[in-house]
């Protein structure tokens, strides 16, 4: 009988033993999984980055500055469509060098176009046109749409009914998808567009008061910043990734 009661006694230190060992070990996996948890959630947080727009208004431009100074994209002005009956496309003398250089120095280039269409046929040869000029050169942000009412001057598009206006700006984009590169819309205070007729297009929204709430692809929040490397003021936007 001695014996029954210290193997019985042995059995119940043994139990107690495991049992002490697993309430131990379960505020470490919960600890674990916190931690896990909370990785995740940093991972998956949104970063913001800062970027700019250029012509070549903006000048000559030192890209090796400009990174340093902590801009990690461009939107480039590509071309144009002149204004007059004639509306005669040209290139923005200072695009490729501006493209190329950006993405030398590790910077992510997009372009825009300056349109000033009456009728979808302009808006795709616009289009082919910026496509051209880019000669196989790929870019890491899209091919935005610009078109905007101009102050002080008459501009072709001032007679198109608002309704033509998201036609060409929609057959533009088309004719970018078509040719391999992504489309975008600019839209702001100057613009001719609304962003509730593009709900299915990357917007690149110009807006000078209100926070970014990443509704939109490109904020540009800015039309007087200052950036090392460029002796203008310069358009400043931000995006998340």
Known sequence: ????????????TAVFAVSCEETKATPTENTAQTETNAETQTKSAPKKISGIDVSSYSGEI???RVKNDNIEFAVIRIGGRGYGDSGILYEDKLAIKNI???????IRAGAYFYSQATSEKEAEEEARFAVNLLNGRKLELPIAYDVEHVKGDTARVDSVPYSESVKFAKAFMEEIKKSGYEPMVYIGEDSFLKA???KDCKIWYADYKQPYEQEFEILQYSKSGKVDGINTNVDLDIMYE
């Open 196 to 198: 509730e007729d593009f």
């Open 100 to 106: 190329d250089s950006a993405q030398k120095n590790k």
């Open 1 to 12: 009988m001695k014996k029954f009661f210290v193997f019985l006694l042995i059995v119940i």
């Open 62 to 64: 030192d890209w090796k």
